[in-house]
């Protein structure tokens, strides 16, 4: 009921966040998932009722439409954390809710549809985020169709906070079109060493293992440098903070790119490095296998001669802790 109807605007999304963070425990800890449905249904149509409520600001209902990110609920689960379960459950979730109220959301994405120029002023600005996360759902339901609209923004969008959510997604969830967007992005807009970033960041958000070797490769890229903190965290801050999955991939390979990266940028920028360093910092809550790699990881961090005093500090206290 607070979650659809409280007055209180904070408590009604405190509500709505809590209850969708409790579904996302439970699915990511359920054998069978698909016997959670009934509370996915329940928690849809509070939000339906939610994103109909005209009266609400757009960015407030924008708020509303956010789920928790991976890492969230890896932090509220704190023990034993299986990051592979975490993405399964979100997924299922986006979907889910893409189905039981996709004619809401593509009426609301309709509805905040504008021709005007570009506006920083905040009622744009809520209108642009209610779009983008409506858009979000509907390419988590699926179709056709949804594809198609995805593609859509992409190629027509007007402002850069459109066209790089709808680049995010496409990277997100794959098909044929991800490598010609990142192409047709780069192609348009490789002369902004500022918006380039927003070309890295996106690929390496892909939720697929050869996302690692796809970033080793953009390390040589000729719009890329060590020595640029921006191109640093687009990249690697990108992949190791918002792809929670292929960081913390099961085989260790995502902990051994960003300790390889850690020390080759010690070298150039010991600062840098040892703020990269500490998205290491969830290693503990992980199950087994991933703590004794990520373990590994920062052991041979600590190990290596000639680092940095923050560098080592940093990697030895995880490792006490």
Do not use: C
């Not at 904070?10 to 054998?31: H, P, S």
């Not at 979730?93 to 609301?108: D, Q, V, Y």
């Not at 504008?114 to 600005?125: D, G, I, L, Q, T």
């Not at 890229?221 to 921006?230: M, Q, V």
Request: aromatic share 8%; net charge positive; proline share 3%.
């Amino acid at each position: 009921f607070r979650m659809a109807h409280d007055s209180d605007l904070f408590a009604r999304w405190q509500a709505t966040n809590d209850f969708a963070t409790r579904i996302l425990i439970q699915l990511a800890k359920a054998k069978e998932p698909g016997k959670h449905q009934q509370r996915m249904k329940t928690y849809a149509k509070a939000l339906e009722n939610s994103l109909n409520d005209t009266s609400l600001d757009q960015a407030y209902r924008a708020e509303l439409l956010k789920l928790p990110t991976e890492a969230d609920i890896a932090r509220d689960i704190a023990r034993n954390v299986d990051p592979d379960a975490i993405y399964a459950a979100r997924s299922l979730f986006s979907k889910t809710i893409g189905r039981h109220i996709g004619r809401t959301l593509e009426a609301a994405f309709a509805a905040t549809a504008s021709e005007r120029p570009f506006s920083p002023v905040a009622a744009s600005a809520g209108r642009r985020a209610l779009r983008n996360l409506a858009l979000t759902l509907l390419t988590a339901r699926g179709t056709k169709n949804d594809k198609a609209r995805l593609q859509a923004q992409f190629e027509n969008a007007t402002n850069m906070t459109e066209e790089a959510h709808a680049l995010y997604l496409i990277s997100a969830n794959g098909g044929a079109t991800r490598q010609a967007a990142f192409d047709a992005f780069y192609e348009k807009w490789h002369d902004d060493h500022l918006v380039i970033n927003t070309w890295f960041a996106a690929q390496a958000m892909i939720p697929a293992k050869s996302v690692a070797s796809r970033v080793r490769k953009l390390l040589r890229h000729p719009n890329f440098s060590l020595t640029t903190p921006n191109n640093i965290w687009a990249l690697l801050g990108t992949f190791a903070m918002h792809n929670v999955r292929e960081f913390n991939r099961a085989d260790g390979s995502g902990y051994n790119l960003i300790a390889k990266q850690v020390l080759a940028l010690d070298r150039i920028n010991p600062q840098v490095a040892a703020r990269l360093l500490n998205v290491f910092r969830s290693w503990p809550v992980m199950e087994p296998g991933r703590r004794k790699h990520a373990k590994y990881a920062l052991s041979n961090i600590a190990h290596t001669s000639n680092i940095s005093r923050d560098v080592y500090e940093i990697a030895s206290k995880m490792l006490d802790d």
